[in-house]
C-alpha cells in the first residue's frame, strides 16, 4: 500500500554521483537565476562553492552570493563558522 515518493528531483538509487548531480543541478539554477527565488538562487550558489573545482565558477558564484544575501557578510562569516545555515 505504500509506493515510493517519486520526484522530479530525486535520482533512482544507484544512479551515479549524487554530489555531481547536485552540482548540475544547482549549475542549472544558476544559469537561469532571474527564474527562481533568490533563496534557491543563494542554495545553488552555495552548492557550487562547496562541491566545484573551478576557482572562477567558485569566484562567480560567491560573488552572486554576496549581491543576493542581504546580510552583512561578517554575519554570513559567522554562521559558517560555527556550523549553522550560511
Sequence with gaps: MTRP???PLSAPPGSGDWMQDRLTEARGILADATQHRD???ILACRTVV????DATERGDALELWRLLD???LHAIADARAK????
Design 5 to 7: 515518493l517519486s520526484h
Design 39 to 41: 533563496t534557491l538562487v
Design 50 to 53: 562547496g562541491l566545484t573545482d
Design 70 to 72: 542581504r546580510r552583512p
Design 83 to 86: 556550523g549553522g545555515a550560511a
